[in-house]
């Protein structure tokens, strides 16, 4: 059987990606104000499903302009080592986790689909060391920094599904969103 899981939200208690930007923007105080700046036009964006890719771009070029793709990378696991260490503000929930540990006690493949960017979630999904498939937003470089490619939200998530061999429908589905009603339409 397949379990699919959503991870902001539904296996943390907050959301991921603006945690690491907003940890990211702080770090100078020129990507701050930049972050600031821009955040009348980008929150709104990021609110509207039809906008909110362009709009998520826009704090997350912000807060990576200048990052080579192993320093992103690098970015996104001492994000989770802070994590891990409870220096943020994010946390596992614990009954998604006992739900995702018995779908993992009963053999089910367990994939987590996710809009966060796919390097932040293997950062974060590797402190669990549990076996998961991780299929989340890819990135792309633009300008010298880095903004959403393909964003795995929507029906997105069951589009990156069947592209990894998934097919069109999966026992079961976990998340905290109307936004993945596409992926809980599919679910037994």
């Given at each position: 059987?397949?379990a699919v899981f959503?991870?902001?939200?539904?296996?943390?208690?907050?959301?991921?990606?603006?945690?690491?930007?907003?940890?990211?923007?702080?770090?100078?105080?020129?990507?701050?104000?930049?972050?600031?700046?821009?955040?009348?036009?980008?929150?709104?964006?990021?609110?509207?499903?039809?906008?909110?890719?362009?709009?998520?771009?826009?704090?997350?070029?912000?807060?990576?302009?200048?990052?080579?793709?192993?320093?992103?990378?690098?970015?996104?696991?001492?994000?989770?080592r802070s994590f891990?260490?409870?220096?943020?503000?994010?946390?596992?929930?614990?009954?998604?986790?006992?739900?995702?540990?018995?779908?993992?006690?009963?053999?089910?493949?367990?994939?987590?689909?996710?809009?966060?960017?796919?390097?932040?979630?293997?950062?974060?999904?590797?402190?669990?060391d549990r076996p998961?498939?991780?299929?989340?937003?890819?990135?792309?470089?633009?300008?010298?920094?880095?903004?959403?490619?393909?964003?795995?939200?929507?029906?997105?998530?069951?589009?990156?599904?069947?592209?990894?061999?998934?097919?069109?429908?999966?026992?079961?589905?976990?998340?905290?969103?109307?936004?993945?009603?596409?992926?809980?339409?599919?679910?037994?």
């Amino acid at each position: 059987m397949l379990a699919v899981f959503d991870m902001d939200g539904t296996l943390l208690d907050g959301d991921s990606t603006a945690t690491w930007l907003w940890e990211r923007a702080k770090q100078s105080p020129l990507r701050l104000l930049a972050a600031l700046a821009v955040l009348p036009f980008a929150l709104p964006m990021v609110a509207l499903p039809s906008t909110r890719r362009p709009g998520a771009s826009m704090l997350l070029w912000i807060s990576t302009v200048g990052l080579t793709e192993r320093q992103l990378v690098t970015s996104c696991e001492r994000f989770a080592r802070s994590f891990q260490d409870g220096t943020n503000s994010l946390g596992w929930k614990s009954q998604a986790l006992r739900v995702l540990e018995d779908h993992a006690r009963a053999g089910d493949r367990i994939v987590v689909v996710t809009a966060a960017p796919t390097c932040l979630a293997k950062a974060l999904l590797d402190t669990l060391d549990r076996p998961v498939e991780l299929l989340g937003t890819s990135l792309k470089p633009v300008m010298g920094g880095w903004v959403a490619d393909i964003h795995c939200r929507h029906q997105r998530k069951c589009q990156a599904l069947a592209q990894a061999g998934h097919g069109a429908h999966w026992a079961y589905a976990y998340t905290d969103s109307l936004d993945d009603l596409p992926l809980l339409r599919a679910a037994e």
